[in-house]
């Protein structure tokens, strides 16, 4: 990721910015993860690392009754744009947003019931995340998470190429479910995301956004360049999807722990 330069970063931002997510999922998804998730309590506490602009946050909301949801992440003009959404649906009193690094998480540790975290406990290295994850779950507490892994051998050089840019050490479901274990959970469920989890609300607006930008720096090369690489990647999902997915997980801190 280092490797891109810092115009890059600003086209990236100036593309994700605006979407309805960062990555793939959507609220049936959550919905049919969250049902795994038995015995919460009547009014959770919830963190959401990673949250982006905070879809999921904002469906969780919906989907939990009551409770309190602390949704994190690093990059403040997606904190920004989910506390406008958060005042606007009058859901200050339950959900709050803030910028931080979740690999250095401060909040109280042992304390949530239900971590969440869409596409991005990868970011911080899976293991690691999952060691953060369960040190900030009450016992019994559970994690549910979604992460990209390959399904199929031998990969078009593009495919290799685009995850050995974004996620190089993505490995296989059996290698997730290993760490799961490794890091003290039971795992409770998992389920691949389907493909109109990647497009309805990502890959869609993210094609939308590219074309109308490329209105904008229609005499800015450099700008053209950066969204033409931008705009490769739903283009692979098209062409490969068949080579990699996105599974959700749902783990559980065990109580005896
Ligand atoms: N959960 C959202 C966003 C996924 S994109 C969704 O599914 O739509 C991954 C997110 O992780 C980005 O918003 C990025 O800013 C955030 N992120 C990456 N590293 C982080 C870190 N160390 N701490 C907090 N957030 C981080």
Redesign the pocket.
């Known amino acids: 990721m280092n490797a891109l330069g810092p115009r890059f970063w600003e086209i990236f931002f100036e593309v994700y910015e605006g979407l309805p997510?960062?990555?793939p999922?959507n609220r049936a998804c959550a919905a049919r993860a969250l049902a795994f998730c038995r015995d919460l309590p009547e009014s959770p506490a919830i963190l959401d690392?990673?949250?982006?602009?905070g879809?999921?946050t904002l469906q969780l909301a919906e989907l939990v009754a009551s409770g309190s949801i602390v949704a994190?992440?690093?990059?403040a003009p997606?904190i920004e744009r989910l506390r406008a959404a958060i005042a606007e649906r009058g859901l200050a009193q339950r959900v709050s947003a803030i910028v931080?690094?979740?690999?250095r998480p401060q909040q109280p540790l042992g304390r949530f019931d239900l971590i969440w975290?869409?596409?991005?406990l990868y970011?911080?290295g899976l293991q690691n995340a999952l060691r953060v994850c369960h040190d900030l779950l009450r016992p019994g507490g559970y994690l549910a998470f979604t992460d990209a892994v390959w399904r199929k051998g031998n990969p078009p050089p593009e495919v290799r190429a685009g995850f050995d840019l974004d996620y190089p050490t993505m490995g296989w479901l059996a290698d997730d479910v290993a760490a799961i274990q490794t890091c003290g959970f039971d795992l409770v469920a998992h389920f691949t995301l389907p493909d109109e989890a990647w497009w309805d609300d990502f890959y869609t607006p993210m094609e939308k956004r590219i074309a109308e930008l490329r209105g904008k720096y229609a005499n800015d090369v450099e700008a053209s360049v950066m969204l033409d690489q931008l705009a490769e990647e739903p283009e692979m999902h098209r062409r490969h999807s068949g080579f990699y997915a996105y599974e959700f997980f749902v783990a559980r801190r065990p109580f005896a722990q």
Not at 100 to 103: K, N, R, S
């Open positions: 997510r960062q990555g999922g690392l990673g949250c982006g602009a879809e999921q994190i992440d690093s990059h997606f931080g690094d979740m690999a975290s869409e596409g991005a970011s911080i």
